[in-house]
C-alpha cells in the first residue's frame, strides 16, 4: 500500500513540476492522481472510488474501458495506423456515413477534425466561402473552444486571453429564462422577445455582412441552458429570410447526452452545419467534424473547400467513431439516456422543492445542472458571475468529490451529466451523496 501511495506522490510532484493545467494558476493546485477507470468510475491513487458524474469533460458517454472500442483501436492500429486525407479508407468512409446516417435529413457530408474547437473553426471558414459574407453571430452564455477563431465565437471569459478580437464577431443575449430581465408570461413569449431582438440586431449589422449564427443546441459548460419552445425554428426563420448559415454546435449536446442523437432533434429544426467532438469518440481517441447538409455539400462541388488539416479523418479516429456509434446502438443508449434521465428529472426536482439552496435544476436526457442560490426568492447567486474569492464553489466540489460523486461546475452551477451508461441504481446512489451536500450548503447559506 505504502508504494501505492508512493508512487501517487510522485506523479503528482512531476505533474506540478512539468504539467501546464488548463485553466487555472498553476500554484496551489492539488491534482488528483488517478489510476483506473471502468464504466461510470474511476479511482486514484489511494484506492479511492468515484461516480464519473459529469463524464469527465461531458465526453465520456459510453463509460471508461469499453472493450468493443479498446479492440477496434488496436486493430486498426495493427491494420493502418496512418493515411493522408487525400485517400479514401474504409473507417474513413463508414464513419462518415454512420454519422451522416443518424444526423438530421437534410445532412450530406462530415469533414473531420481533431476535436470541437476545430470543428467550429472550420465551421467559421465553411459559412464565410457558402455565403461571402463575413460576420458571425453568438451568444454570451457560450463556450465553442479555445482556439484563435473558436475563442472569438465563445462568450463567456474564457474569450478575454484572444482578444481584442477578430473583426465581425457580434455577440447577442440567450433565452435564459431562470435570470430573465423581465418577467415573461411563458415560453412562447419570451422566444418571441428574444427573436425579435436577435432580427433588429442582424438588421443593424447588415443582413448582407451576416455569414453564420452559431449556438450550442443546448448551452453545456455555461449551465445547461435548454431553448424555450419555438427558439430554434425562430433562428432558423431568421437565417432564411436572410440567407445566414445555421450552425448546432453540438459538441456537448449531442451523441446521446439529451436523449438523442444530436439535440437538435428534439426540435425538429435542420440546422445547416452541426460541429461534433466529444461523444463521437468518448475521448478513447480525439475526433471531431463538421456535418455540412447536402445544399452546402454541393456548393463545394464547383467551389473549392479551402479547408484541411494532416489529421483530418485519422483512421484510428474513425475507427474508434466506428466502433462508438455502434456501441450506441447496441447498447441502446439513447434510449437509456432518455429512460434514466427521466428519474434524474425527477430527483433534481425533489431536491429543488427540499432545498433552499436550490434556485433552479435544469435537464433533458442525462444533462443537467443545478443552480445555487443564497435566497430562492431573490435569486441571488450563492456566487456571483466569474467571481468566487471564497472558494465556495470549489469547497462544495471538494464535498462531493471526498464523498465519491466527481464533477465540476461554472459560476454557481453543478453540473450532472453521468455516463450514458448509468443505471437507475447506481444515479439514485450517486444522487443520494448530492442531497447529502446540498444539506450542508443549506446550513451554510442559514448562519
Ligand atoms: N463546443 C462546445 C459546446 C464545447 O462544450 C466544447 C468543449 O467543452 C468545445 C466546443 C471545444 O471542444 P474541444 O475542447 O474538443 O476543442
Known amino acids: 500500500e505504502t508504494t501505492i501511495i508512493d508512487y501517487g506522490t510522485k506523479i503528482k510532484k512531476d505533474s506540478l513540476a512539468y504539467n501546464l493545467h488548463s485553466w487555472s494558476a498553476q500554484g496551489g493546485l492539488n491534482p ?57 479508407f474504409d473507417v474513413k468512409s463508414e464513419a462518415a456515413r454512420k454519422i451522416v446516417e443518424v444526423a438530421p435529413d437534410n445532412m450530406g457530408k462530415v469533414f473531420f477534425t481533431n476535436a470541437g474547437a476545430e470543428a467550429n473553426e472550420n465551421a467559421i471558414k465553411i459559412a464565410r466561402m457558402f455565403t461571402g459574407k463575413y460576420k458571425i453571430f453568438s451568444r454570451y452564455r457560450s463556450y465553442h473552444g479555445a482556439s484563435y477563431g473558436a475563442a472569438n465565437l465563445t462568450g463567456e471569459k474564457r474569450r478575454f486571453p484572444s482578444e481584442p478580437g477578430i473583426p465581425g464577431f457580434v455577440k447577442f443575449f440567450d433565452p435564459y429564462l ?59 426563420d431568421l437565417c432564411d429570410e436572410f440567407n445566414i448559415v445555421m450552425v448546432c454546435d453540438e459538441v456537448m449536446a449531442g451523441w446521446g447526452r439529451t436523449g438523442e442523437w444530436f439535440a437538435v432533434n428534439h426540435w425538429d429544426v435542420n440546422p445547416d452545419l452541426i460541429t461534433f467532438a466529444k461523444g463521437a469518440t468518448c475521448g478513447y481517441i480525439p475526433l471531431g467534424g463538421v456535418i455540412v447538409s447536402s445544399k452546402i455539400a454541393d456548393f463545394f462541388d464547383e467551389n473549392t473547400m479551402w479547408c ?36 434524474l428529472g425527477k430527483i433534481l426536482e425533489t431536491l429543488k422543492t427540499k432545498h433552499k439552496c436550490v434556485g433552479d435544476v435544469r435537464y433533458i436526457g442525462l444533462f443537467s445542472g443545478i443552480e445555487l442560490v443564497k435566497d430562492k426568492t ?69 448562519v
Not at 486498426?76 to 486525407?85: N, S, T, V
Open 32 to 88: 488528483k492522481v488517478i489510476t483506473k477507470a471502468e464504466g461510470i468510475y474511476f479511482w486514484d491513487a489511494d484506492g479511492k472510488k468515484y461516480f464519473d458524474m459529469s463524464s469527465q469533460l461531458v465526453n465520456m458517454n459510453i463509460g471508461h474501458g469499453h472493450r468493443k472500442v479498446v479492440d477496434a483501436i488496436k486493430e486498426q492500429a495493427e491494420k493502418m495506423a496512418f493515411m493522408g486525407p487525400a485517400y479514401a
Open 178 to 236: 431562470y435570470r430573465a430581465p423581465i418577467p415573461f408570461k411563458d415560453e412562447k413569449e419570451a422566444t418571441k422577445y428574444y427573436i425579435t431582438q436577435l432580427r433588429e440586431q442582424i438588421i443593424f449589422e447588415g443582413p448582407d455582412k451576416v455569414a453564420a449564427i452559431f449556438l450550442e443546441t443546448v448551452t453545456g459548460s455555461n449551465g445547461i441552458i435548454i431553448p424555450p419552445e419555438g427558439y430554434l425554428k425562430g433562428i432558423r
Open 308 to 343: 484541411g488539416l494532416t489529421y483530418s479523418g485519422h483512421p484510428i479516429g474513425c475507427a474508434t467513431a466506428v466502433a462508438t456509434i455502434e456501441v450506441y446502438k447496441e447498447e441502446k443508449l439513447m434510449e437509456n439516456s432518455k429512460k434514466v434521465g427521466s428519474v
Open 378 to 446: 431573490t435569486k441571488e447567486p450563492l456566487v456571483p458571475h466569474g467571481n468566487d474569492p471564497e472558494k465556495i464553489m470549489k469547497n462544495i466540489l471538494g464535498m462531493l468529490s471526498s464523498e465519491g460523486f466527481a464533477t465540476y461546475s461554472h459560476d454557481n452551477i453543478l453540473i450532472v451529466a453521468p455516463p450514458l451508461t448509468i443505471t437507475e441504481d447506481e444515479l439514485k446512489e450517486a444522487m443520494e451523496i448530492m442531497d447529502k451536500v446540498l444539506d450542508y450548503v443549506d446550513n451554510m447559506i442559514s
